[in-house]
């Protein structure tokens, strides 16, 4: 059975720094586009950060672009997240998903375009 755990989120200052993990199980990660998603509270959920299958692209919309880094470690079966310079705005439940569709589609961190979804970690900025 796919299955995809997040883990690492927690209540973080303003400026801290953060890496969520998903692990997955039941399945190989090296054949998967894998995004990490973000729902605040009120709001829809959002693409923060994406990465193709074999090459590793990456993809970052602009309010993450230098403090969001996505990785993948295939031999681990396991995607990360590394949050720094953390802001209240970021505040919410991070999901990962993954894809088989083509990357020119997933690419956009669209979550319409990703197919199987973790339960998310919650990650609260705040002082």
């Known amino acids: 059975q796919l299955q995809l755990v997040e883990s690492g989120g927690g209540l973080v200052q303003p400026g801290g720094s953060l890496r969520l993990s998903c692990v997955a199980s039941?399945?190989?990660?090296?054949?998967?586009?894998i995004g990490w998603f973000r729902q605040a509270p009120g709001k829809e959920r959002e693409g923060v950060s994406c990465?193709?299958?074999?090459?590793?692209?990456?993809n970052y919309p602009d309010s993450v672009k230098g403090r969001f880094t996505i990785s993948r470690d295939n031999a681990k079966n396991t995607v990360y997240l590394q949050i720094n310079n953390l802001q209240p705005e970021d505040t919410g439940v991070y999901y990962c998903?993954?894809?088989?569709?083509?990357?020119?589609?997933?690419?956009?961190?669209?979550?319409?375009?990703?197919?199987?979804w973790g339960q998310g970690t919650q990650v609260t900025v705040s002082s």
């Open positions: 990465i193709s299958n074999s090459a590793g692209t990456t």
């Open positions: 998903a993954v894809s088989r569709r083509s990357w020119l589609y997933t690419r956009r961190c669209q979550p319409r375009t990703y197919e199987y």
């Open positions: 039941g399945f190989t990660l090296d054949e998967w586009h």
